[in-house]
């Protein structure tokens, strides 16, 4: 029964925190579609796997935007990764990955001006279900709105990672940030893949989000089996 409860979970991949006043102009947004729009952030950008990226690396080109992004990490670097080629997970295979390298972030991202939407899809080191945070913050950082998400990682290279993306009716998203909560083995370091960001336009909530307004945190359960960044 537990297994089965988890494997809902994973399907729908977001558990959204109850949503207080102060938040209630944000909504998570669990598909690349949802974010709506035509800019990205490209991390494949920033070198080919292996990579090292240093924390703080500014001047990051948004797609179809005269914005550029900064992205930062709790540890002085990050690192690139493609799916299918050092990174064996559940990302779309070929993906450019940005991996927080051995740590459970937070990864931050800020732009140079305002946005109405962004997000990214979002898998741990390991395999089993984990859980994490997706946080939209004003100009100085500042947390605007936090929602839980939710999902499994493993090899299949199939696009099943979690989506996971804030709207904001205000039009008023100067960054994301990214942070591992909890998984099934320890350090729950992750990666996302591309950043889709909506300049601007704004993002109709999916029925499903809707759903679960409220409810608190899916509980997951599961083993992991292996570490799949090959460092």
Do not use: C, H
């Amino acid at each position: 029964m537990i297994r089965s409860i988890a494997r809902v979970a994973s399907i729908l991949a977001v558990a959204v925190i109850a949503a207080a006043p102060a938040q209630a102009q944000y909504t998570f947004v669990p598909t690349r579609a949802g974010i709506g729009g035509t800019s990205l952030i490209d991390w494949a950008t920033l070198g080919t796997t292996n990579t090292v990226v240093s924390s703080p690396t500014s001047g990051i080109a948004i797609t179809n935007s005269a914005l550029t992004a900064t992205v930062s990490s709790f540890e002085p670097a990050l690192e690139r990764r493609d799916q299918g080629n050092g990174w064996s997970g559940n990302f779309t295979n070929g993906s450019a990955l940005l991996w927080t390298r051995g740590n459970n972030g937070p990864m931050t991202i800020m732009f140079t001006g305002a946005v109405g939407a962004a997000g990214a899809n979002y898998s741990t080191d390991y395999f089993g279900d984990f859980t994490g945070t997706i946080e939209a913050l004003d100009a100085s950082q500042n947390v605007l709105a936090t929602f839980v998400f939710a999902g499994t990682s493993n090899s299949n290279g199939d696009g099943s990672a979690p989506f996971a993306g804030i709207s904001s009716a205000l039009n008023n998203i100067w960054g994301v940030r990214f942070t591992g909560v909890t998984a099934t083995n320890d350090p729950n370091d992750f990666a996302i893949d591309n950043l889709s960001v909506n300049l601007g336009s704004q993002v109709v909530p999916e029925p499903s989000t809707y759903a679960l307004m409220g409810t608190g945190l899916i509980g997951l359960v599961g083993v992991a089996r292996r570490k799949r960044a090959n460092v």
